[in-house]
């Protein structure tokens, strides 16, 4: 019933900007606990971002804090992922991901739903 679609992704140099969205259907995101995560080669999947449903809890990873900021519109039903000052170290496939419950979940195998991913690649 739950689709996230990721799109934005890219091969940018460091320092630069870029932003993804996710579109989220069969649901409301008013009611859906949204999240960003990425795998980066050899590693585990990451936390980066969610923001629980209904908006009153917004989380951000240690790592990306003060760059990154996750957002939501509601009109739209999409996810936005704003990436500042990007490093080399942030070069991932990004997957944007939901869950029903209105608790925030910072590891993967709490959501429900994930999208297919988008390769972010930073370059030195």
């Known amino acids: 019933q739950v689709q996230l679609v990721e799109s934005g992704g890219g091969l940018v140099q460091a320092g630069s900007s870029l932003t993804l969205s996710c579109t989220t259907s069969g649901r409301s995101i008013y009611t859906l606990t949204v999240a960003w995560f990425r795998q980066a080669p050899g590693k585990e999947r990451e936390f980066v971002g969610c923001?629980?449903?209904?908006?009153?809890?917004?989380k951000t990873a240690d790592s990306v804090k003060g760059r990154f900021t996750i957002s939501r519109d509601t009109n739209k039903n999409t996810l936005t992922l704003q990436m500042d000052s990007l490093k080399p170290e942030d070069t991932a496939v990004y997957y944007c991901?939901?869950?029903?419950?209105?608790?925030?979940?910072?590891?993967?195998?709490?959501?429900?739903?994930w999208g297919q991913g988008t390769q972010v690649t930073v370059s030195s």
């Open positions: 991901a939901g869950d029903t419950s209105a608790v925030v979940h910072t590891l993967d195998f709490q959501y429900d739903y």
């Open positions: 923001i629980s449903w209904g908006g009153g809890v917004t």
